[in-house]
């Protein structure tokens, strides 16, 4: 059995890569496990804000590939390490649901309800209404609130299919506010590389992306010295012209492919 690339760091992106929804995608727990059998260093890394890390480990570990909060680095962590390092303490408010308000909070955070913020913090939202836009906007127009945001996907993959993700309450905000988002913490961003580097203890040189989007996880790799691999089993279908304009190192059908019996 062999591995199809030598480097000691690998990073996973989840839903659509791993897994969907609660279907672990076949062979993703027996390529994980001999990836760390081999003595690779490996951790998780999501866009997606709507667990804690805590949630996001037992899920993996539930499904067959154990896991700790340590393996994964999500969205949510990294913009509320992002925003201390720039406001510490600051008063936001967040479109967003619980697992990222408790993120902010446990960071020192004061989270409010009402317009009297220096941030309005934007990320995937399920519960997205008139009255967090209309909050928003009031945030910006009479309080000098700026924006900051999780991710840039539009979609996010479900067993069922796709579902919106922030890409639409960023561009709802923005659309009423005439104001743009500051900074994305997530991919292709490399605010979120580094925390996972970081993580890893190794160099980008020495790492591996595996995702399945091209426009976030294998922009970030190329962009910023990664090794690339896109697999197929998530967004991205096997006759996107993108595949070739961009140039993955490798495309796969699956995490499965990863190995080499």
Known sequence: MTIRLPHRGWLFDLDGTVY????????????????????????????????????YAGKLTRLGIPATPADVINSSLVLARHLQSLDPGAPVFVIGEPPLVDELRAHGFEVRADHRVRWVVIAFDRTFDYAKL????????????????????????????EIPDCAGMIAAVEAVTGRTVEVIVGKPSPIILEVALRALGVSAG???????????????????????????????????????????????????ELIRS
């Open 20 to 55: 969907r929804g609660e279907g672990l995608i076949p062979g993703a727990a027996e390529t994980i496990a001999a990836l760390r059998y081999a003595g690779r260093r490996v951790a998780f890394l999501s866009n997606k804000p709507l667990q804690t890390r805590e949630q």
């Open 206 to 256: 020495e790492c591996v992306i595996v995702g399945d989007r091209i426009e976030t996880d294998i922009v970030m790799g190329k962009r910023l010295g990664l090794a690339t691999v896109l697999v197929l089993t998530g967004i991205t279908p096997a006759d996107d012209p993108r595949i070739a304009e961009i140039g993955p190192d490798a495309v796969l059908g699956s995490l499965r």
């Open 134 to 161: 209309n909050t928003a906007l009031q945030a910006v127009r009479r309080s000098g609130a700026r924006l900051i945001a999780t991710n840039p996907d539009r979609t996010c993959p479900t067993e069922d299919g």
